[in-house]
């Protein structure tokens, strides 16, 4: 059982596709985060960097660095005073891509999807499922849960195991 459609579990786990409006209000940054962004030695961290505050802070999640839309690597390569071509997916490695995550999370004053969370999500889901919601609205209502608690939205297949989980159990009560 599929909670939502192959093409809307892609677009949940894609990075958002920007309108140019939307690209300059996500992804122009405060001095604090340029000033970050200066620190750091290679251009595809910089770039990176600034795309997952930008991701995140239209989403609240994060996205492989392979994902990232070209129009969004050329907007903020040139906002650095470099070129879209200087971003390498490769090079933007997960052990920096975390602890950019950390710097992230903490800037826009959110946690990570952590044990907590997922125990809270899961009070939350069986509490839905007894006022007998159906999977995909008690999946969108866990996403407004997520963003009201300040916690970072999990990859769609975590949060629908959650739901189907729920389900199964309930089914199986006689």
Known sequence: MNILNKSEQEMFDAPPVFSSAERKRFCNFPNSLKEKTETLRKPSTKIGFLL????????KRF???KDYHQNDIAYVARSLNLLPAQFAPEQYI????????DIILEFYGYRRFDQQSLDAISEEIISMMRSQL???????RCIDVLIRERVQIPAYFQLSELILKAVNQKNSQP
């Open 52 to 59: 997952s505050c930008g991701y995140f802070k239209a989403t």
């Open 63 to 65: 996205f492989k660095p």
């Open 94 to 101: 997960q052990s920096t891509r975390h602890w950019h995550q």
């Open 134 to 140: 159906k999977p995909r609205l008690i999946f969108w």
